[in-house]
């Protein structure tokens, strides 16, 4: 059976076994390490290396007749009207009582969704008033998903909050004019898609465009059109629309790298006409575009939100927007005057009479009737109709000269509406950026520090944009801007319908075959150079402040880095790290939540253990306290004159207002003034370094912790004895290997107790041994058991390695099976005081025992008859509410193929519930055995099994036991053993046993396999020499996401490589190279010093992909990261990372320096390597 150990996370150890005589071995030994923490970039979408082009075809010119003279390749001309008359876009017959100011707002909120303000001013107290109110169309405050800020009312950080992994939620009211060319095709171009506008954002300096761009979550992004009415004849027609989209693409500025543009277009739609056109259906042309169709809305005059067209339920089916089929067409789906009229006049009684006699002589249209974007469509079809998009014609009488009269009078307001003087109208728009996927700086130095979370501000007061923000001066603050370009000021460099007819859709083919999805003039257009000064700058409210300072863990005593970092203090790790201090060698982790004094170095003296003269007795253990691993850094160098990156430690020597302090729950153990007894150890634990600086919240930093001050005994290698009678009785005996015992706070002498009792509360008796030694190794600990013994130890005092016997059986018992519990208590006879340079905690009687059991089942007949084999090896717990799957397949290995009848014992483990038993119901019938559980004594269930057929010499059945993950937290962390009986459902003889399995509570995602390595025996070097794995040894990660409901993650892998060691000798200076996996293709002019500014995708997908070089010094270095915002074709789900042609072709490598070569001897070397496994799914420290 494998060793299993539990530090912190869940590990998993495999040990290298290589015997030799007189030659180095280098070998290893794997711990299995996940843990989740946050993710490193985002997915979706894709970059184009730019926003702007010097040449290409004009996307509209303003001249709505350029479209059929080929001169615009566009024929809707969208501008942004001012409702300011100092502004150059000014434009007096703009209503902005209709369609509100001009402006965006940026909020930094707990989750997304749609988030709409009819105004500056209410998006501006958002902070404070997050509640939907609609009293009309321009004035409203639209929250269906009650976000909330995570900023106060005065634009500071929550109390409780933290700046990692919200949203930055941009909403905005975008005044348009909207005039469409009268030509043929303008209804293909439209439904095409080719039509739309693009945005600047400009970021704050040292804010990565590329990174945040990244973080664009392209599913929550909202649009709300809300137009113009069309009046003619005394009417009004309201509620019609056309979709909107973000094109999924972030388009980079070559010379700024903290500016991208986005581009809002038009959704490609269409419709499925019946071959006798009396009905029609729509349809979207791409179903990518599922999500940003139903994420256009529309809020009627009560404020009540619907979808832009009618959809069914449920509203998506495959995928595709489930649009319902609508007729009333006579031989054409298009003709809207039926629709029109009846929309407007029909409550009007007894006109209403008369129009219907009317209109009953035109054809109904399908089209119209699918909703908004159908009305407008057909409308706009109806002022300039193609042969393929006819109205209906009648001839004749005083009727047909009405409806003539009637249509010639809408046509010329439908032309005038969208073809001669336009439409005015607003776009409420959305878009959002998940700062869970937002993977920080370019810049690696500043990385750890800005990635998961709100970037720092630039300014010292926390603020980014101030008052009226058009940047006139520093009290108009404009550090995050938004310009708008429209679409006079774009251009098509690749030119894609240059000289393509647009007069006819039914002639020139050509152009009907260009304008289709991805691949119209729009889908190409990009901002011209020459207009790049010339955009509508927005107004920019910023209804937050960010963190100015950064808390960063990193251990300051310079004679043990506890934290085992890279070296760096903000390196990659930095995110990551866990104190693992050695409670006798290092000291205990101790807090009592005051404020901490931000210094540069430690006190080491002051705080470390204290040890007789020779060095072995500890007379008062070390202290750890939350200030040795306090820094605190800023990214801007606030005093200079403008925002400049520099990232830099600071100190509350230097800086008065810094306030630090670890106080989140859980995370104190000691009384005020570190007086008193330590109330409890850090196994595992987390220390949250949080304060302010000048009254602004710090980004807050999350430690791990892993220190048990608790005496440890591990009794898991053995924790299920099944003991045959005739081996204890008649002059036998047993002896067994539980585990193991160790105390490195050992002050006098340690006490164990071993009792045997039984599940009916009975005492058989107890061994007592008041003189365990003290012992800094692993002692083993061991149980015997006869009917001659009579609670004692196989051994005499003063005992480290020991040995309890039990009697057995402790009392008559004529059972086949009777079950028992050996019940261990290791306990400190004395306190441990602890060393401070002011006070003397003491680790008391709290922390000073350790329980642990074996369960024991006594057992009539030795012989197996059966076998047992459990499918599962390991299994992993991730989340409360999964259901873990048991496999058992029972083989008859003995002699007798007579038998039907089985009685099955499974586990009932703590923190999970047994939910289900079967076997299949063609096999026989299975239920719980209620008299043999209830023996059990909540340990294990029993059911009895009874099969249709006898189970015949060397067949088998097999089992399945479902169970549910009621509450992980309780789960041991070392793991679950999982080990079932057989038993003859009359006697209770023993039948058979199954292997052990085990299951571990592990997060998701996890890494299901690591690899072992074997340097193979070599001669003493004599010189630097590397060292490759021997023939066959496997060098692959898997890493594996089960939780297939959430959304993708990102992660990165590291290493810790502990010294090497041969009993004495111990080397700290060799080095792992891994190299990058198979299959990496490294780019022609890659240079991992090249400037971040111009390293392209590829190298930064080759830099991600690279292992740094891993020393046996125990310090974290990263080997994988992926990001899927590089790479999203990539499954990260299910992840197969193979070495073996890394590093050159070499496969995973170890290199021994020449200066070890006097320190070594002959002998096996082995080494730990520790993987972490981080993403954005949880923070588990």
């Not at 290698?717 to 539980?738: A, D, E």
């Not at 990496?1080 to 995708?1097: G, H, L, Q, R, S």
């Amino acid at each position: 059976m494998p060793i299993l150990q539990q530090q912190r996370h869940h590990l998993r150890t495999k040990a290298v076994t290589i015997f030799l005589i007189s030659d180095l071995l280098i070998g290893m030994i794997i711990l299995l390490m996940a843990k989740p923490t946050l993710a490193m970039a985002a997915s979706g979408g894709s970059y184009e290396p730019s926003g702007t082009t010097a040449s290409g075809a004009s996307i509209t010119t303003g001249d709505g007749g350029d479209w059929e003279k080929k001169n615009a390749e566009s024929p809707v001309t969208i501008t942004f009207p001012s409702p300011n008359s100092s502004d150059k876009n000014y434009d007096p017959n703009y209503d902005v009582a209709s369609y509100g100011k001009p402006y965006y707002s940026i909020n930094y909120v707990d989750r997304n969704d749609f988030l709409s303000f009819s105004s500056p001013e209410r998006a501006n107290k958002f902070n404070t008033d997050p509640t939907t109110e609609f009293n009309s169309q321009t004035d409203f405050t639209y929250n269906p998903g009650n976000l909330t800020s995570k900023m106060d009312a005065t634009n500071k950080l929550k109390s409780g909050e933290t700046y990692d992994n919200g949203f930055l939620k941009i909403s905005g009211n975008v005044p348009i004019h909207a005039q469409l060319a009268q030509s043929k095709t303008t209804v293909d171009s439209a439904m095409a898609g080719n039509w739309g506008v693009m945005a600047r954002i400009t970021l704050p300096a040292g804010v990565d465009a590329k990174s945040l761009g990244g973080a664009v979550d392209w599913s929550g992004s909202y649009f709300y059109l809300n137009l113009q009415t069309i009046k003619a004849l005394g009417f009004q027609l309201k509620n019609i629309n056309f979709p909107l989209q973000f094109a999924h693409h972030v388009y980079l500025d070559p010379d700024h790298a903290n500016v991208f543009y986005l581009k809002v277009k038009g959704i490609p739609f269409g419709y499925t006409a019946s071959d006798n056109g009396t009905a029609a259906t729509m349809k979207l042309l791409d179903n990518a575009d599922t999500r940003d169709y139903l994420n256009n809305v529309y809020l009627d005059s009560s404020g009540q939100p619907s979808t832009l067209d009618q959809i069914g339920s449920p509203s998506t089916i495959d995928g595709h927007p489930n649009f319902p089929t609508q007729t009333g067409g006579k031989s054409t789906i298009w003709d809207p005057y039926y629709g029109l009229v009846k929309d407007t006049f029909s409550s009007w009684w007894p006109v209403n009479q008369f129009i219907d006699g009317i209109t009953s002589l035109f054809s109904g249209s399908p089209i119209y009737e699918t909703g908004s974007v159908g009305r407008a469509i057909t409308l706009l079809n109806a002022a300039d109709p193609s042969d393929n998009r006819s109205l209906v014609k009648v001839d004749g009488g005083l009727i047909a000269e009405a409806m003539s009269a009637l249509s010639t009078s809408v046509v010329k307001v439908i032309s005038g509406y969208f073809v001669s003087s336009g439409f005015y109208g607003s776009a409420q728009i959305n878009f959002t950026f998940d700062m869970s996927k937002y993977r920080g700086s370019s810049d690696t130095a500043l990385q750890s520090l800005t990635t998961n979370r709100l970037f720092a501000a630039p300014y010292k007061d926390g603020t980014f944009n101030t008052g009226d923000t058009s940047g006139s001066d520093d009290s108009n603050r404009r550090s995050f801007s938004i310009t708008m370009f429209n679409s006079n000021q774009l251009a098509d460099p690749d030119n894609v319908i240059a000289g393509m007819d647009r007069t006819d859709p039914t002639k020139d083919t050509d152009l009907m075959n260009q304008i289709q999805p991805g691949k119209t003039p729009m889908d190409h257009a990009l901002i011209k150079k020459s207009e790049i000064n010339n955009g509508v700058e927005f107004p920019v409210y910023t209804n937050f402040t960010s963190w100015t300072a950064a808390a960063v863990p990193y251990d300051k005593d310079t004679t043990n880095d506890t934290l085992h970092s890279s070296g760096n203090p903000i390196g990659d790790d930095m995110r990551y790290r866990t104190a693992t201090p050695n409670p006798r060698t290092d000291g205990a982790l101790l807090n009592d939540g005051s404020n901490i004094s931000v210094t540069k170095d430690w006190d080491h003296a002051g705080h470390a253990p204290q040890f007789s003269a020779d060095k072995k007795t500890l007379q008062k253990a070390g202290s750890i306290t939350p200030e040795r691993y306090a820094n605190v850094y800023e990214v801007y160098d606030y005093s200079q004159s403008t925002p400049t990156v520099a990232p830099h430690p600071i100190y509350s020597a230097d800086e008065p207002s810094l306030k630090l302090a670890v106080t989140n729950s859980g995370s104190e153990n000691i009384g005020t003034g570190y007086s008193g007894e330590v109330s409890k150890d850090f196994s595992p634990g987390q220390w949250i370094y949080s304060g302010s600086l000048n009254g602004i919240p710090i980004a807050s930093a999350n430690l791990g912790l892993n220190q048990s001050l608790t005496p440890n005994m591990d009794l898991s290698s053995s924790p299920f004895l099944i003991v045959p009678k005739t081996s204890v009785t008649n002059g036998q005996h047993q002896t067994y290997s539980l585990g193991s015992w160790r105390d490195g706070l050992i002050i006098n002498n340690d006490t164990m107790t071993a009792a045997l009792n039984g599940f009916d509360g009975t005492k058989y008796g107890t061994a007592t041994a008041n003189n365990l030694v003290t012992s800094t190794t692993a002692n083993k600990v061991g149980l015997g058991l006869a009917d001659t013994y009579n609670y004692g130890f196989a051994q005499k005092g003063p005992y480290g390695d020991i040995t309890p016997e039990f009697k057995m059986p402790p009392a008559a018992t004529t059972d086949p099976v009777t079950f028992y519990s050996g019940d261990f208590t290791l306990s400190r006879q004395d306190d441990i005081p602890v060393h401070m340079p002011t006070t003397q905690p003491t680790i008391g009687s709290t922390l000073g025992t350790k329980k642990a059991s074996t369960l024991i089942a006594l057992i009539n007949n030795a012989h197996a008859s059966y076998t047992i084999t459990r499918s599962q090896d390991t299994q992993y717990a991730y989340a409360n509410g999964q259901t873990i799957t048991a496999t058992g397949v029972v083989k008859n290995v003995g002699t007798d193929s007579s038998r039907t009848k089985f009685v099955v014992v499974v586990p009932t483990p703590a923190g999970l519930t047994l939910a289900d038993y079967n076997f299949g119901a063609a096999n026989g019938t299975v239920s719980k055995d209620t008299n043999i559980t209830a023996k059990l004594g909540g340990n294990a269930a029993a059911y009895d099994v009874t099969l249709t057929n006898p189970l015949p010499v060397g067949q088998t059945f097999t089992y399945t036991a479902k169970y549910q993950v009621s509450d992980i937290s309780k789960m041991p962390s070392n793991g679950t053993p999982f080990q079932d009986l057989l038993l003859d459902p009359d006697t209770l003889d023993y039948l058979g046993e199954s292997n052990t399995n085990w299951l571990y509570p592990a997060a998701s995602p996890y890494l299901q396999t690591v690899p072992s390595f074997d340097f193979g025996k070599h001669p003493q070097p004599g010189s630097t020499v590397t060292y490759a794995t021997v023939a066959g040894n496997k060098q692959t990660f898997a890493v594996t996401d089960p939780d297939t409901a959430s959304t993708v993650n990102n992660w990165s892998l590291f290493a810790q490589l502990s010294p090497f060691v041969n009993g004495d000798s111990n080397l700290s200076d060799l080095a792992m190279t891994f190299g990058t996996p198979n299959g990496e293709t490294k780019p022609a002019d890659y240079d991992a010093n090249k400037a971040n500014n111009k390293m392209t995708d590829d190298d930064w997908l080759y830099f991600n992909h690279t292992a740094n070089t891993v020393p046996s010094n125990q310090s974290m270095q990263r080997l994988y990261r992926l990001d899927t915002s590089l790479e999203p074709t990539v499954d990260p789900k299910n992840a197969a990372l193979d070495y073996s042609g890394g590093n050159g072709g070499k496969g995973v490598t170890l290199t021994v320096p020449a200066n070890d070569d006097a320190a070594i001897k002959l002998g096996k070397y082995n080494a730990t390597i520790t993987y972490t496994l981080d993403s954005n799914k949880s923070t588990i420290n």
